[in-house]
């Protein structure tokens, strides 16, 4: 591993000042060490979820700041409306639509990202940094017909980039709900084997659907979320058994809080990339016994009080170890807000004047503006220079942009995708972001595309999800101008046919092309 202390080499050095403008000098830049990188990524956050974004029903503090200090995106998105696609994009620097399979990923899902497999943990283990992800993975674990559960969960993260995995495997409505590090089960007793299915096991098994267990739950559900119980809440899927490795969903975030600030120690003296994953505010919502009741907006505010918490840690503990001035945090989001997600959890009773999306249409699960346009922020104090940053930006270019700040070439086809935007993601004056950029839900072929302010939406799935009215069915085309209409409310398509074909046409060649990335042939 390389020292954290080492320099740039010359040219990155060179590259990075042109980045930064005029406004951090030179100099400065020759005494720069090799950046930390901190990705934190919020579950189901929307863009109208914290103040700094607009909120005046709940306060923000932690995330506040690092907008303060460093670039909040007005035009950042997560590439896809759910968990699994944007977190697969976000770390191959692939558009998810192109692998099947990668949409949200069930209970038994094994790896999706394959070994070989260039990943943002791969460039950066690479260039010599010490990698770990912590918090919730969702992207599918081990090969075959299903995860060795009692055995090792191979290929996962340690296979694609990462040195160290503290994981939530699934997520936290779906089962098993335990702990993997690395390659196992943590706490898991051979005598109490984890057994995880579609089917339920047999009759004497605690089903949320049983009216009579019903009654005993700690959070009634609503759709779904009716198979096995535990910790008094039903989740999706079935499993029996590892009942020493089970967690609380109150004691998640201090858990990554506890195994993040670990990790960071022990490479506090060499580079590192943390992926801190958070859970916040994925139904169920049941934050920890002292966030209950913080905010007015019932559990959902009260899991993003949680989540600002947790940002608050980590740059606690990047100050305590003298490294803030050396590490590069990105704030994002893995999809748009919902709000009744399968748990009667007060979100919608207790919503009062919020508005999760800010002024955007739709969210979670859909592909108008809600569903991606999501919190974006960049934190790198001395070298980010604070404001606030028009350029598109998406989590799919993150991969291509860390390899650009350490220096390294994407070979052929790798992170076919993702584009680099280091310059606009640093703040650097005239910076650009991306030209266009392509939006899915949770899988193709419904996707949308925006290019420059103009979007359409092509609608291609024969069922969308059914508990949501916004998807429209398919062989339904929709066109907007995002200048004039952000909200996404005056449907172009009759008006302006040659652009509807023009738009079409586009999406088409990135289906057919394979790739985006500028400098792929
Ligand atoms: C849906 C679940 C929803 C949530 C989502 C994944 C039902 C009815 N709905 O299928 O509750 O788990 O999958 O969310 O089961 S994500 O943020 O991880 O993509
Ligand atoms: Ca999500």
């Known amino acids: ?29 020759h005494a720069a060490e090799k950046p930390n990188i901190v990705v934190i990524m919020a579950d189901d956050l929307g863009y109208g979820d914290l103040s700094c974004y607009g909120a005046t029903e709940l306060s923000t503090p932690n995330i506040d700041a690092l907008a303060e200090g460093g670039l909040r995106f007005t035009q950042g998105y997560c590439s896809a409306s759910t968990c699994t696609p944007t977190r697969f994009s976000f770390l191959t620097g692939m558009y998810a639509f192109r692998q099947p399979g990668a949409g949200i990923a069930p209970p038994n899902a094994t790896s999706l990202v394959q070994p070989g497999t260039e990943t943002i943990a791969s460039i950066l283990h690479k260039s010599g940094y010490a990698t770990g992800v912590v918090g919730k993975w969702h992207l599918g674990l081990g090969e075959g017909d299903a995860p060795d559960w009692n055995g090792l969960l191979k290929p996962g993260p340690l296979e694609i980039g990462f040195d160290y995995c503290y994981l939530l495997p699934t997520t936290n409505d779906r089962v098993p709900s335990v702990y993997v590090e690395n ?58 058994g590892g009942q020493k490795a089970r967690w609380r969903d109150e004691d998640l975030a201090d858990r ?14 060499e580079p590192f990339f943390l992926f801190f994953a958070s859970h916040d505010l994925h139904v169920p919502r049941m934050p920890h016994e002292r966030f209950q009741g913080k905010t007015k907006l019932g559990f959902r505010g009260d899991a993003i009080a949680q989540l600002d918490w947790c940002v608050g840690e980590l740059t606690k503990t990047l100050d305590r170890l003298g490294l803030t001035e050396n590490t590069m945090v990105v704030f994002c989001s893995d999809n748009g807000p919902v709000l009744d997600d399968g748990y009667q959890d007060g979100a919608i009773t ?28 960049t934190y790198w104090p001395g070298k980010i220079r604070p404001g606030t940053s028009d350029e598109i930006v998406c989590t799919v270019d993150l991969a291509a942009s860390v390899a650009s700040l350490v220096d390294q070439k994407l070979s052929g086809t790798a992170c076919p995708d993702s584009f680099n935007v280091l310059p606009a993601l640093l703040g650097q004056a005239g910076a650009k972001g991306r030209d266009h950029l392509l939006q899915q839900p949770n899988k193709g072929p419904t996707l949308a595309l925006r290019i420059g302010d103009w979007k359409v939406l092509s609608y291609a799935d024969a069922k969308p999800m059914k508990h949501l009215t916004y ?10 101008n995002l200048a004039d209409d952000p909200e996404e409310k005056k449907n172009l398509v009759d008006a302006e046919p040659a652009k509807l074909k023009e738009m079409l046409a586009a999406l088409e060649k990135i289906k057919s092309d394979g790739h985006s990335r500028p400098g792929i042939n």
């Open 1 to 29: 591993m390389l020292p954290n202390s080492r320099p740039f080499c010359l040219a990155v050095l060179l590259s990075v000042s042109a980045a930064l403008g005029a406004a951090i000098p030179i100099a400065s830049l």
């Open 183 to 240: 390659h196992r089960v943590v706490n898991l007793d051979p005598a109490d084997p984890l057994w995880v299915g579609n089917k339920s096991p047999g009759p004497d098994h605690p089903e949320g659907i049983d009216p009579e267990v019903r009654k005993t739950l700690k959070m009634d559900w609503s759709h779904g979320h009716n198979n096995t119980v535990h910790n008094g809440i039903g989740r999706i899927g079935f499993y029996t």
């Open 256 to 269: 990554w809080v506890e195994k993040s600030v670990e990790f960071i120690e022990k490479h506090k003296s």
């Open 350 to 377: 207790r919503l009062g004047k919020h508005t999760p999306s800010g002024i955007y249409r739709g969210g979670k699960y859909s592909i108008y503006e809600g569903g991606t346009r999501t919190p974006f922020i």
């Open 471 to 480: 998807e429209k069915g398919p062989g339904k085309y929709e066109l907007y």
